[in-house]
């Protein structure tokens, strides 16, 4: 038997998958001076921006003060990681809470230099171009260890993690301790 | 088994995206040749902002007037091509 809560609303889950979609095509396929390139890189920017926006006024999940920075709490996640304990989280888990801020981040940074290398002012500089290369790698690796860290979750707590995102509901195991 | 795979299609999509950009550094310019570049394209008014090879040509990105150009130049260093950002 599982309980089936739903955690994501339409906004966070649309913002996700659209976020998922142009940052793989801005980091694989688009010719970086082409100008499809910036005008993905400038929507990147406003569903940055949206998201910012929902985490204040958006559904009890997807604000800002449901998954706020907290090390211990990531400590203790990491802990259950470690030990095997069975123990979810029906929001953003802590470890995951620290992901996101990290990768709104590093978006934020490789939109800005990357607008910034259209500029007269930044036009050709190129420390600006590295900390434009040197943010992507990062978001790269980023997103590399987030998905294996979801698939990992997904396999320790028996909550589809994945799923979620797309449905909005975490399915939970009736024998499985709700951390909150 | 499938997480693997995903993984593993992830790792060489990204890998593909970090070779694509690895070509753009080209071979490093010789220092003598790309002050001379600075030189001749400063006097025709050029603010030359870097200097660097693509494709095989020397690739300058430089400001004049207020517009935003990349200037390919010729084996003898003549401009061969502007191209100007809009």
Redesign the interface.
């Known amino acids: 038997m599982t309980t089936r809560t739903k955690v994501w609303d339409p906004v966070v889950r649309v913002f996700h998958w659209t976020l998922v979609t142009l940052f ?1 095509a801005n ?2 396929l688009t010719d970086p001076e082409h100008k499809i390139h910036h005008y993905v890189g400038y929507a990147i920017a406003a569903l940055v921006l949206l998201r910012l926006a929902w985490g204040l006024v958006g559904s009890r999940y997807a604000r800002f003060a449901s998954f706020p920075p907290n090390p211990r709490a990531a400590l203790e996640q990491l802990a259950d990681v470690l030990t095997g304990r069975r123990r979810i989280h029906l929001g953003h888990t802590p470890l995951g809470a620290l992901m996101i801020y990290n990768l709104l981040l590093a978006l934020a940074v490789i939109t800005a230099s990357g607008y910034a290398m ?1 500029t ?1 002012a930044f ?4 420390w600006m171009e590295e900390l434009h ?1 040197a943010a992507v ?1 990062w978001a ?1 690796i980023s ?2 260890v987030h ?2 860290a979801v ?1 990992w979750e997904s ?1 320790r707590t028996g909550v589809n993690l994945p799923r979620a995102m797309v449905t909005g509901y975490k399915e939970v195991p009736e024998d499985v301790m709700i951390a909150e | 088994m499938i997480a693997r795979t995903l993984i593993a299609s992830l790792a060489l999509t990204l890998a593909l995206g970090g070779a694509a950009r690895a070509e753009d550094a080209e071979a490093a310019l010789d220092p003598a040749k790309e002050a001379q570049v600075r030189d001749t394209l400063s006097q025709q008014g050029y603010d030359v902002r870097s200097v660097g090879m693509e494709d095989g040509r020397i690739e300058v990105y430089a400001v004049k007037d207020g517009a935003m150009v990349e200037i390919y130049l010729a084996d003898d260093l003549s401009i061969a091509e502007v191209k100007q950002e809009d």
């Open positions: 793989a980091a694989v259209t007269v036009w050709g500089v190129k290369e790698t790269e997103v590399l998905v294996a698939i396999r």
